[in-house]
């Protein structure tokens, strides 16, 4: 065909094929994007321009309109490429080709010479605005294949840097067309024309489908295909040299036998060599092959003996890295529930959280994963229009995996798990065989999977058996604790109750007895009454604190709140056991009391409650102890109310930590109840296991807490004990706490040591 013909109707022609294109894209598409609807401008911008090239071209009045018409294509393309990248500011693309298009006209309008001195004999007539007009062009498209190609270094994901790819290479070929237009020679314009047809073609492909082929790929396969060609035909040539040569010094005829021997030799050996090429060249260029069959009975019989979840996801992620060489991966486990599907990571490789999530009921992502017997890549899920309608949350934890591959592990419908698969190293996409062997695997886990669960399962159950079991020990223990406070009563008690009976008895008796023989002398009878009173005045401070715990039981300690100075309460309840105190050698200090504000409290009850801790104190402290009891204020956290804290340190025997709590229940003691010499302030003088009992009722029906902090109990060391009570300030807020004891704060041991120096 002759090539002025050519070039005189290929802008026609192509100018179809544009419009050919616009329609079917306006076809197919059924969702218009932003990018399809420039994309679009830019298939209607270049019809245009090629019927004015067909039309116009030579005329004179504006010898430069082509060049106006092919910027506003790159202008729209780079808008297209705004959105197709996701880049941030589309509209920046509009101001620079705008800025770019007023400057060439203004120096159109400025400079109409021909630039004579460029090319005189160029039809085109260049002027300075062509000339403008070219650097524009370079400008718009440059920066749009370097920023694209930034955007593809930057992403870590094969599919999505194949998009980009595919992307890159066809406004790569489209440009390359178009710069064809600016050089002059004959057949420039219509290689121009054919080569940008091409890369718009590929555009429109890349914007109307998110199914694109592997750029990379495809591109080392062509070049190994063109090598093993090059490597196959090279021994054919050679084979037809030595013909040739041949040929040329025997006489015709006389070697045919050898020559059909030699041909038959290389049709032989022709195969077996191209089938060496085609392995080596596969080898070095594709990366190493996998025999599938090899690699599923391997696995097979590695997860066959795998019982446990976490490690069936190690060996499956194993395997898979081993094989295609990923450094993240995960096995995942679906579990189908009233709200939903529940997925739970089983990390395996790299950093993943395991942290359960749910996709609601008839998640199209679960059903599609669950029927289809197939690997699901995260670019399908990310382009895919199937998944538009993916709810936030669930394409937000989908994102957050950075996973490229989902491959579903199913029995029939029901979907129990999913092989995650992170990028492989290379940078490479997952090549079919690679997805089709991943499935493959998947398949094989089904029952390993079944198994490792139900033993999962079992080791949970047994776990919260074993839990269980403890519980119902620790309730036994305390069970019979209890029990044996129940009997220990009873000893106590009767002790108790029975040594002032006795005495009064038995001093009633000696007191009948000298009566009658009228022996009893003035000096005689006080003394023995004196006895008797003070026998008397121990069983009715038993009986009191036998009631008050009765109370405490029955109906909780009913308090009537004063304003109440903690100095006073501290001194009433120092007072009846000072004597002791001093006659025991022990120091007694006073810390901080002064300074506290006075408390709204029953002020009877507390001063009953600090007795018991001083007088604990002194009875569990050998002589020339030290008995410590500082007091500050804790100030308010919730604007109700402020909190005294005061704590009763001494130097004595200590409480194993075993007893903490128990020593606060009704009639506990520890050791042996017989064991025990009475008395109230004698070192290790018995009582009946009620005051720290009734100290717990008053501080709490106030509102506050008491606990006790020691080391544990040693003679020979005196580790001391430290008996701990907060109590608010305020009465309406103790009210309110009183409910809910816990609510009381409690300070830290070490800045309570602090304030103690
Ligand atoms: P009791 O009337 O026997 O003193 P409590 O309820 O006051 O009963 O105390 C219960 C038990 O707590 C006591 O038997 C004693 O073993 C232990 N205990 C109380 N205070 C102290 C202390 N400061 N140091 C050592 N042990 C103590």
Known sequence: ?????????????????????????????????????????????????HLFLFFFLANELFPNAYIYLLLSGTLLLGITTSFYVDWPRHRLWLIWGAVATVIVVVVDVLFPAPITALAPEIPLRPTMGGFTALLAWLGLSGSLLVRSWRNYQQTSFPWHANRLLHWIVFAFVTFAGEGFFFINLPWSMVAGQLLRFVGVIGLARAVSSHRLFDVRTWLSRSVSDLFVLFMSVIPAGLLLLALQYVNRYIEPGSLYIPFFLVTALAFMLYQ?????????????????????GKVVRGYSQTISRTLDVEQLSLVIIGTISELLEISRGSLMLVSQQDKGHEIEPVPAMGVIARTKVFFRPGSRLIEILATQHQPLLQYEI??????????????????????????????GTDLTGLIALGPKNSGLAY??????????????????????????????????????????????????????????????????????????????????????????????????????????????????????????????????FIPAKVETIIQLAIDPIAEAIRGRQIKLHLRGLPDLPPLQADFKRLVQAMHNLIGNAVKYTPDYGTITLSAWLIPSNDDITDY??????????????????????????????????????????????????????????????????????????????????????????????????????????????????
Do not use: C
């Open 272 to 292: 077996p060599y191209r089938r060496l090429i085609n392995r080596l060249v596969s080898r070095v260029m594709l990366g190493s092959e996998f025999q599938t």
């Open 382 to 411: 990310d382009f895919n229009p199937d998944y538009t309608n993916l709810p936030d949350e669930e394409r937000a934890w989908l994102t957050q995996q950075e996973m490229e591959l989902y491959v579903p592990v199913h029995t």
């Open 644 to 757: 005294v804290e005061m704590v009763v340190a001494d130097t004595g025997i200590g409480i194993d930590a075993e007893y903490h709590e128990l020593i606060f229940e009704k009639f506990f003691r520890i050791g042996d109840p017989e064991l025990h010499s009475s008395g109230t302030t004698k070192f290790k003088g018995a009582g009946p296991g009620l005051g720290l009992h009734i100290v717990k009722g008053v501080i709490e029906a106030h509102g506050g807490r008491v606990w006790v902090e020691s080391e544990g109990e040693d003679e020979q060391r005196l580790p001391g004990s430290r008996f701990h009570v907060v109590v608010p300030v305020d009465a309406p807020a103790v009210l309110s706490l009183s409910q809910d004891p816990s609510a009381a704060p409690r300070r830290q041991p070490n800045r309570r040591i602090d304030l103690l120096r």
């Open 1 to 49: 065909m002759d090539l002025t013909f050519i070039t005189t109707f290929s802008p026609l022609i192509t100018a179809a094929g544009y419009t050919l294109v616009l329609i079917v894209l306006l076809v197919r598409q059924e969702k218009q994007e932003q990018q399809t609807r420039w994309f679009l401008g830019f298939l209607a911008s270049s019809t245009i321009w």
């Open 431 to 560: 090549r079919p065989n690679e997805l089709e062997l991943v499935q493959i695997l998947a398949d094989q886990t089904v029952v390993a999977l079944k198994n490792a669960r139900l033993y999962s399962e079992l080791n949970h159950q047994n776990d919260r058996i074993r839990l269980l079991n403890t519980d119902l020990r620790q309730q036994n223990q305390r069970l019979e604790t209890l029990d044996k406070i129940k009997s220990d009563f009873i000893t106590i008690a009767s002790h108790e109750l029975r040594t002032p009976l006795t005495q009064v008895k038995g001093y009633a008796d000696i007191l009948t007895a000298m009566n009658e023989e009228s022996h009893l002398t003035r000096e005689q009878t006080r003394e023995i009454v004196g006895h008797i009173n003070r026998a008397s005045l121990r069983l009715e401070k038993l009986i009191s604190a036998m009631l008050d715990a009765s109370q405490l039981e029955v109906s909780g300690m009913e308090l009537s």
